[in-house]
């Protein structure tokens, strides 16, 4: 069953802190892999998207990274801000394994709140 | 460019009422999707259309019906309210099924 874990499920951290949201997935066949942070009360947006490929990507001060052999995916985020408070969403898309679409599955997410 | 938009930002019903949620994008998006945001859990599929005039059931398609009405606009349908709909709904929209996905502020729905 392809599904998406994160962890952990909440995170406190004082600003200026860095931290380190972990993502692990069983998902097959893998095509890529998405960050997304949703602000309370609106929809998410992406941070960044990997593929097979890749090992890290950088985004200000976000950096993703993945390892495709253990499957897992971490996002760090470097000296914290107050407006990181948010909740941090790992989606894991699937290929189709006869034609048709994509498969997004997504985590539960991880509520990081940035104390000042 | 306001990209997703979606109406009404809240709403409240008693069970056994029916109402539809709107959803419109301005990115010329081919595939549009619904889906419901729950404490603890990610977030669910609940119908799909790929393309203008297709439209398919996702992972929790049981008391929703859609109409993609056009290329833009996408709506999401309860015919009878259930508790159990209580939810956070989002709409969104991608180039094509499976790349990045851009979504609208939600509708927060209640059901009593």
């Known amino acids: 069953k392809n599904q998406v874990e994160q962890s952990p499920q909440s995170l406190i951290i004082l600003e200026g802190k860095n931290c380190t949201l972990q993502?692990?997935?069983?998902?097959?066949?893998?095509?890529?892999l998405r960050w997304y942070k949703q602000d309370t009360g609106r929809g998410p947006v992406s941070l960044t998207i990997m593929t097979f490929s890749e090992n890290t990507k950088s985004n200000g001060r976000y950096t993703a990274t993945l390892d495709a052999d253990t499957k897992q995916s971490s996002l760090h985020i470097t000296a914290s801000q107050l407006s990181d408070s948010a909740s941090y969403i790992c989606?894991?898309?699937?290929?189709?394994?006869?034609?048709?679409?994509?498969?997004?599955?997504f985590g539960a997410g991880t509520r990081l709140a940035v104390h000042p | 460019n306001a990209g997703v938009t979606q109406t009404p930002k809240f709403q409240v019903l008693k069970t056994g009422q029916s109402m539809t949620l709107q959803c419109a994008q301005d990115m010329n998006h081919n595939s549009m999707y619904w889906y419901r945001q729950d404490p603890g859990m990610g977030l669910r599929l609940i119908y799909y259309s790929a393309s203008e005039g297709t439209t398919d059931k996702g992972e929790v398609p049981n008391g929703y019906n859609v109409s993609r009405l056009n290329k833009r606009e996408f709506s999401l349908r309860l015919e009878s309210a259930a508790p159990s709909q209580t939810s956070v709904y989002f709409c969104?929209?991608?180039?094509?099924?499976?790349?990045?996905?851009?979504f609208g502020q939600g509708t927060r729905l209640t059901v009593v």
């Open positions: 989606v894991v898309s699937a290929a189709p394994r006869t034609g048709g679409y994509n498969k997004l599955i």
């Open positions: 969104a929209s991608s180039e094509l099924r499976g790349y990045e996905a851009f």
């Open positions: 993502c692990n997935y069983t998902v097959s066949p893998f095509s890529n």
